[in-house]
């Protein structure tokens, strides 16, 4: 996989089968993170129709969808957050899972590779529907310039990637080689 695509899904809470078909991780507003229906290597090329995770038009090619279940009824301008507005816990899983996936994937932090689903026409040049996710954050009283959100948001991620990861429990010595052979998997 090469990118990642931040969303929202402007739903309510609690996952639906469009959700589920949509993207491959939807985030709850407690952070709860739960399985579209689809795994991350069906956006492996060739993508076969209805067979895979189709969250961005012309972009799911070797792209992983990360979905904020929120903003239900909101509008962007003048922003009003609707019935159910994206919350910290939300961004903090999703950048969270981001970093997971940049490791794993070796997915580098940039405005290509890791972006919002608001920022793909501009960074990316392929025409989009007018998508204004995510050009707010929770805290923010209005929508601001896609690009300035998803700076904010991978400089977030980076910060994330940098901390000193919690010493880990000791594991026996076939649980070390499984993770030893997951990792050579993915080099």
Known sequence: MKRIHWHWTAGAAGLIGIEADSYHKIIQPDGRVQ??????????????????????????????????????????????????????????????????????????????????HAEVERNLGIKQNNKWDIMVLPGMTRVDDPVVVGDELRRRLTAIMNEKPATPAPTSDIVQRIIAWIRSLFA
């Open 35 to 116: 399985p579209g229906q689809f795994p991350i290597e069906a956006n492996k090329p060739p993508l076969r129709p209805g067979a895979y995770a189709a969250h961005t038009l012309n972009a799911n090619s070797n792209a992983i969808g990360i979905a904020c279940d929120a903003m239900a009824g909101a509008k962007e301008r003048p922003l009003v957050w609707g019935s159910n507005p994206l919350t910290e816990a939300q961004i903090d899983a999703m950048l969270r899972l981001t970093a997971d996936y940049c490791r794993v994937y070796g997915i580098p932090v940039s405005r290509t590779t890791t972006l919002s």
